[in-house]
């Protein structure tokens, strides 16, 4: 039997969607490093650096989440990176709102 309420769930499921959306960002910015035998290209380089940078930026956003404007600005950086891949609903700013809403509900408090 599951116990707790359905805002318990929605809570541990948005905590999961977080997570994996950082985990995401981290295997690409892993996937993207250059190799360390001095063949690297500039290119590469330069790709490393700007995934790096932008898994950076996300655990910051991630971890600076207080309100619900600051969960949009952390949903909105992670909808730019995967702007490409993304389904164009999330081009939408409704659905950005909804799971900005979510990450936030999820990082408050219990009442």
Not at 25 to 36: K, M
Not at 37 to 47: C, S, Y
Not at 71 to 86: D, N, R, T
Request: net charge positive; with cysteine.
């Amino acid at each position: 039997m599951v116990s707790g309420t359905l805002a318990e769930v929605y809570r541990y499921d948005a905590v999961g969607l977080s997570l994996g959306l950082l985990l995401i960002c981290s295997q690409l910015c892993l996937a993207q490093q250059p190799s360390t035998n001095g063949e690297a290209t500039v290119p590469a380089v330069l790709t490393y650096e700007q995934h790096k940078q932008a898994a950076i930026r996300l655990n910051d956003l991630a971890g600076r989440i207080h309100s619900e404007s600051d969960a949009s600005a952390f949903v909105s950086e992670i909808a730019g990176l995967f702007a490409k891949s993304l389904p164009p609903a999330w081009a939408s700013g409704r659905i950005r709102q909804r799971v900005a809403r979510a990450e936030y509900e999820q990082r408050r408090p219990a009442r």
